[in-house]
C-alpha cells in the first residue's frame, strides 16, 4: 500500500496537494490493516491547507485502495523538491498563421532579428492560454 500512496500520490490527490505534501509512511493499530495513520512531510504553506483539506484527501486515499485503509493524516515540516513543470502539448501552426507570422516579419533586412522575432511569433501563436477561439 505504502509503495502504492508513493508512485500515484499525485494522481490520488491531485497536483495541487502533491506539490504540497509527500507521503513518508503509514502506521496501523495493532493487528489492523485499516483505519491507519498517513505520515505527510509538508510545506509550511501547505500545512493550513491540508489540514483544511484533511477529509477530502483521506476521501480520495480511501477511494483509491476501495476501502477504509486511512483514517488520519499526521504531518510533520518537511522539505518538498519542487517538482518540474511540464510544458502543455499544443498543435502546430497552422499553414494560415506561418504564413501571417513571415507576413509580419518579411520587411526586416537583418536575418537574425527576423529569426527571432519569427520564432517569438511562434511560440505566442503556440501558446494555448492566448488563443481566443
Not at 518538498?80 to 511540464?86: G, T, V
Request: proline share 8%.
Amino acid at each position: 500500500m505504502e509503495g502504492k500512496i508513493i508512485t500515484h500520490w499525485p494522481q490520488i490527490v491531485g497536483e495541487k496537494f502533491a506539490r504540497l505534501a509527500i507521503p513518508e509512511k503509514i502506521t496501523f493499530p495493532k493487528d489492523k490493516r485499516t483505519e491507519g495513520t498517513l505520515h505527510l512531510s509538508v510545506t509550511s504553506a501547505g500545512a493550513l491547507l491540508l489540514q483544511f483539506s484533511q477529509d477530502l484527501i483521506l476521501e480520495q486515499i480511501n477511494t483509491f485502495f476501495g476501502y477504509k485503509a486511512l483514517v488520519k493524516l499526521r504531518m510533520t515540516h518537511g522539505f518538498i523538491p519542487p517538482q518540474p513543470i511540464l510544458p502543455k502539448a499544443s498543435l502546430p501552426l497552422s499553414q494560415e498563421e506561418k504564413e501571417w507570422i513571415e507576413g509580419q516579419t518579411h520587411h526586416i533586412a537583418d536575418p537574425d532579428l527576423k529569426e527571432c522575432l519569427e520564432k517569438l511569433g511562434t511560440s505566442l501563436s503556440l501558446d494555448p492560454s492566448r488563443k481566443t477561439t
